[in-house]
């Protein structure tokens, strides 16, 4: 399921605020999740992709940049 930000906080309203937040491993198993605010390029083409700056990534070749929610 993929959401905005508004639908990650109707997701969390019913939550207490010591619940850890987990996300799937590769063994079907989970583990903590690490997460960051932070900005990535999206292109219609090619998706999402991590921004290392103008410099070394151009909104020009690479899409636009846009504030996301990383979670690792």
Known sequence: MTVNVAQLRELL???PDNARVVTGAPDHSYR???CEAGTA???RRSGWSEDYGE???P???FGKRLPVLIVH
Do not use: M
Request: proline share 0%; net charge negative.
């Open 41 to 43: 390029l999206y292109d």
């Open 32 to 34: 903590e999740a690490r």
């Open 59 to 61: 909104e020009a070749e």
């Open 55 to 57: 410099e070394q990534t």
């Open 13 to 15: 309203k019913e939550l």
